[in-house]
């Protein structure tokens, strides 16, 4: 899952929550994204970058 993740936000230079579920066809659950994206993050493959909204901030995980 993580390299998938990490694949596909290197292609497109990042990605929303909703976009990595997408990726997995709505199959994978929060925890399992949530698992694949620690992994990332722990091995500093990817990082959260919040947008701001104007609202609620958007994050966008991108690739280092």
């Given at each position: 899952?993580?390299?998938?993740?990490?694949?596909?936000?290197?292609?497109?230079?990042?990605?929303?929550?909703?976009?990595?579920?997408?990726?997995?066809?709505?199959h994978?659950?929060?925890?399992?994204i949530?698992?694949?994206?620690g992994?990332?993050?722990?091995?500093?493959?990817?990082?959260?970058?919040?947008?701001p909204?104007?609202?609620?901030?958007?994050?966008?995980?991108?690739?280092?």
């Amino acid at each position: 899952d993580a390299d998938r993740i990490l694949l596909a936000a290197r292609t497109r230079g990042g990605l929303t929550l909703t976009e990595i579920s997408s990726l997995f066809g709505g199959h994978k659950s929060t925890a399992e994204i949530d698992s694949a994206l620690g992994l990332l993050l722990r091995l500093e493959l990817m990082f959260p970058d919040q947008q701001p909204t104007g609202g609620r901030p958007r994050t966008i995980w991108r690739p280092k």
